[in-house]
């Protein structure tokens, strides 16, 4: 089965910026979503920002203007541009594509990219 595998994580002082990527061992041929989670340390998983099949994109109002979701087809290859990072954007980031990856149509997760922002 195809996998996504996340980089780009790791520790930022406020005000910084990152780059997340995740990056699909298979072409991707369709797609319904494709987006970015978080996961803060006691708390549950929350949407971050989405890419739909129409190309619109989607942001949770906590990231809203500071985070731009991307991809590129060609790279196989999802991008997460986070400027303006906070304390409370600490948390595990995964990446999830529900589409045709490979040779099969399934719900794919990423295992996770941690980001600490701290002074």
């Known amino acids: 089965q195809a996998q996504l595998t996340e980089s780009g994580g790791g520790s930022v002082q406020p005000g910084g910026s990152l780059r997340l990527s995740c990056t699909a061992s298979a072409k991707i041929f369709a797609f319904d979503t494709m987006g970015w989670y978080r996961q803060p340390p006691g708390k549950q998983r929350e949407l971050v920002a989405a890419i739909l099949r129409d190309d619109s994109t989607d942001y949770a109002d906590s990231v809203n203007g500071r985070f731009t979701i991307s991809w590129d087809g060609a790279e196989k290859t999802m991008y997460l541009q986070m400027n303006n990072v906070k304390p409370e954007d600490t948390a595990l980031y995964f990446c999830?594509?529900?589409?045709?990856?490979?040779?099969?149509?399934?719900?794919?997760w990423g295992q996770g990219t941690q980001v600490t922002v701290s002074s």
């Open positions: 999830k594509v529900v589409g045709h990856i490979g040779f099969r149509w399934d719900d794919y």
